[in-house]
Nanobody, 121 residues
Framework: QVQVVESGGGLVQAGGSLRLSCTASGRIYSINIMGWYRQAPGKQRELVASITNGGSTTYADSVKGRFTISRDNAKKTVYLQMSDLKPEDTAVYYC???????????????WGQGTQVTVSS
């Protein structure tokens, strides 16, 4: 079995910073793309940032220059450093990881349970 667990959410004032972490564990043969999504009340879930196993990154336009995604392959962990936070960044943040549990199996997405980020004005 595979588990994906996020941590690091919380309440912060506008202009502040937070760092989210997400670690995958269990039956893992290899990990491909790791990413962060968010969902605000009444809105659809959206991609915030993603990173390939080679280190290539993608960001939503709304977070470019403020958020940085990184990963530690040895720890099977992805991070999201969030700076200059704005009230519109308030959402539940989810981690998604593409994992292959065995060499003969295809990659599939595993999701964390989500962590709340609240930015007060």
């Amino acid at each position: 079995q595979v588990q994906v667990v996020e941590s690091g959410g919380g309440l912060v004032q506008a202009g502040g910073s937070l760092r989210l972490s997400c670690t995958a564990s269990g039956r893992i043969y290899s990990i491909n793309i790791m990413g962060w999504y968010r969902q605000a009340p009444g809105k659809q879930r959206e991609l915030v940032a993603s990173i390939t196993n080679g280190g290539s990154t993608t960001y939503a336009d709304s977070v470019k220059g403020r958020f940085t995604i990184s990963r530690d392959n040895a720890k099977k962990t992805v991070y999201l450093q969030m700076s200059d936070l704005k009230p519109e960044d308030t959402a539940v943040y989810y981690c998604a990881v593409e994992i292959r549990s065995a060499v003969i199996l295809p990659y599939r997405d595993y999701w964390g349970q989500g962590t709340q980020v609240t930015v007060s004005s």
